[in-house]
């Protein structure tokens, strides 16, 4: 008889998860996996679900921040003022509609780490995959746009006046 192989972390966090999922009718962890790495959470808590939430709320801030500079480039990396030339009102509204999404689920975010509640932490990981599905394709819409395969040339003037 050969002993046991031990659990690794993420097949012990897929158990667990498992037990949340079919009290509150989560999504399936391979789906909310590909979309919010959560295979990375630490399996060590007591509030598994709101570590969930924290690595979702992780990812959401980085798309904010994306659609942030987009729209409002002010401080923007120069590479971006070329890309955003290729973008019109429609993708600026649509990414405009996706960030006004985006945001809200930040502030429920910041109201569920204020007050913690399984059920709301649950109701706010149905939520965002749900979703998640549409916004992720409007936002694949723009950044298709925005790498249409030209590649971003940067004028390098090394000519000087010395007046």
Not at 4 to 29: A, G, S, V, W
Not at 56 to 75: H, M, Q, T, V
Not at 122 to 127: G, L, S, T
């Amino acid at each position: 008889m050969t002993p046991k192989e031990p659990c690794t972390n993420l097949e012990e966090l897929k158990q667990e998860y498992e037990t949340f999922r079919q009290k509150y009718e989560l999504p399936d962890f391979t789906e909310l996996n590909k979309h919010f790495d959560i295979e990375e959470i630490d399996i060590e808590t007591e509030f598994l679900l709101r570590k969930i939430r924290r690595n979702i709320s992780e990812k959401i801030a980085g798309y904010l921040r994306f659609i942030e500079i987009i729209l409002n480039p002010s401080n923007a990396p120069m590479f971006f003022f070329k890309l955003i030339k290729k973008l019109d009102s429609d993708d600026k509204t649509n990414l405009t509609k996706i960030y006004e999404n985006l945001s809200s689920f930040e502030i429920k975010a910041i109201s569920l780490d204020l007050n913690y509640d399984e059920q709301k932490e649950a109701e706010f990981i149905k939520n965002i995959q749900n979703n998640f599905k549409t916004f992720k394709n409007e936002l694949l819409e723009v950044i298709k746009k925005l790498d249409n395969g030209e590649g971003v040339k940067i004028k390098n003037n090394n000519e000087s006046y010395f007046g």
